[in-house]
């Protein structure tokens, strides 16, 4: 009897020295499984992609960021990092919560025309801790299409798509543009006095 009650302070005594360990849960999740286009794309252009959203799916807040990956052995080309913008491209979530993302994708003039394959992928920022980290992510599968497009086309396809993109404070810039240069000429070419005469 003597030896059990030695044994149950003992087991007492180690649970309340020993720190408790408690697993925290990492998780992420994105809302679309797939992004299409259909419409084949053209160099120069800049195009708008639905919209991800990110959720932490994890019991704990975390800094989440994206970026651009691929699949080894894919058939597709791979668009740079570059090419796509991520608004935000990190922030803070906490547990159960989740942050709309825009993606927008900005063709450069010379891109080689084709088939394109890339995963949108989120996953938390993990500082690395004893040499390891831990790779949670989630993606979305992104398919877009490159038609041929000679350089003035192209030109044409960045002006145009970025003027569309950024109305209606592109077109009111364009407009003082294009009345100073009228300004300008019309001074050129056209001489304009204003006096003032005395009436007899």
């Known amino acids: 009897m003597k030896k059990i009650n030695i044994l149950i302070l003992i087991l007492i005594f180690i649970f309340f020295i020993t720190p408790v360990l408690t697993i925290a849960r990492i998780g992420v999740g994105v809302n679309l499984g797939k992004i299409e286009i259909d419409e084949p794309l053209k160099p120069g252009g800049i195009y708008n992609f639905p919209s991800l959203s990110v959720v932490n799916t994890g ?9 651009v990956t691929y699949h080894q052995d894919q058939k597709e080309l791979r668009p740079p990092q570059e090419w796509f913008s991520f608004s935000p491209f990190s922030f803070r979530l906490g547990a159960g919560e989740s942050q709309l993302v825009a993606v927008k994708l900005n063709l450069p ?14 996953h938390p920022v993990v500082k690395k801790q004893g040499g390891t980290t831990i790779g949670v992510a989630a993606a979305t599968k992104a398919y877009f299409t490159v038609v041929p497009a000679n350089i003035w086309q192209a030109i044409f396809n960045k002006i145009s798509t970025f003027l569309d993109i950024t109305k209606p404070y592109s ?30």
């Open 59 to 67: 019991d704990e807040p975390g800094d989440y960021e994206l970026e």
């Open 109 to 122: 003039v010379k891109t080689k025309p084709g088939d394109y394959f890339a995963y949108l992928e989120a």
């Open 171 to 200: 077109y009111v810039v364009l407009a003082v543009i294009i009345f100073a240069a009228i300004i300008t000429i019309f001074r050129k070419f056209f001489s304009v006095s204003v006096g003032l005469m005395r009436k007899k």
